[in-house]
């Protein structure tokens, strides 16, 4: 139980918090016992957990890593650091010159702008708003 003294418009009031079931509090006010209806919250979305190795921690089973395709002249622009798609600036199609801002990413509560990184044409987009992208992912192919 937590007790709370509060003094609105000059009266005093006594408050005690007690039990708290699903969105129903308890709660007593100078004596008067009342149920108090809050507010359900939004269940929180899961998000993917990023595990980073200590330093010298037995090393982890190694993962199986797809080789990089061989180059053709196309250029993935690769996200800079991991983080979550707030926005995408360009279209499959579009024509783009080296340091146009492609994308908008979210990392450490900051909006990052991602460039082109060469002049070309747009011939894949690999993220969606909202996704969330790790550091090195291919974001967009420029040709």
Same mark, same amino acid.
């Given at each position: 139980m937590k007790e709370y003294k509060y003094k609105i418009n000059g009266n005093l009031y006594k408050v005690t918090i007690g039990d708290i079931e699903d969105n129903i509090a308890h709660v007593e006010v100078n004596? %008067?016992?009342y149920k108090v209806e809050m507010e359900k919250q939004p269940k929180p979305v899961a998000?993917? *957990?990023t595990v980073r190795p200590m330093p010298n921690a037995p090393a @982890?089973?190694?993962?199986? *890593? !797809?080789? @990089? @395709?061989?180059? %053709?002249?196309?250029s993935g622009v690769k996200s800079p650091l991991p983080g979550v798609i707030l926005d995408i600036k360009v279209n499959v199609g579009d024509t783009v010159k080296k340091g146009q801002t492609i994308i908008i990413l979210? @990392? &450490?509560k &900051?909006?990052? =702008?991602?460039n082109a990184d060469k002049d070309g !044409? *747009? %011939?894949a987009i690999n993220v =969606? !708003?909202?996704?969330s992208v790790?550091?090195? =992912?291919?974001?967009v192919i420029i040709e």
């Open positions: 004596g %008067t016992h998000k993917p *957990v @982890a089973p190694a993962q199986v *890593v !797809k080789p @990089a @395709a061989p180059s %053709t002249g196309k979210e @990392a &450490m &900051m909006e990052n =702008n991602i !044409k *747009v %011939t =969606n !708003k909202g996704d790790l550091e090195g =992912n291919d974001l």
